[in-house]
């Protein structure tokens, strides 16, 4: 396994371990055939690294089974800006902020 900059995702590569968002809901199953486009969304929305499978390219870092993917953590109300159009959407956004409150 070796973590790579997300930038340098090639497609058919094979993500290593699940990715997950700042929330913690899976984004990709580990075993995921990756493509550049979709790293290249990653990019956008924050993912500067991920693992995938294989041996390290000179230059590379290598990860082991227990390191984490680097997660962003957006904030609610950054995420939710301009964004809540209707009763539902408030709904969840207040859940979500009761949530995060009662977790610290």
Known sequence: MRKINIKAVKDGMVLAEPLKNAHGGLLLEKGTLLTEAFA????QRGFSSLCVEGDP??????????QIVEIPKIPLEELFNGKIVNSSMQ???EALIRLRNSNG
């Open 57 to 66: 390219e000179p230059g590379e870092e290598t990860a082991s089974a227990a």
């Open 40 to 43: 290249a969304r990653l990019a």
């Open 91 to 93: 709904i969840i956004y």
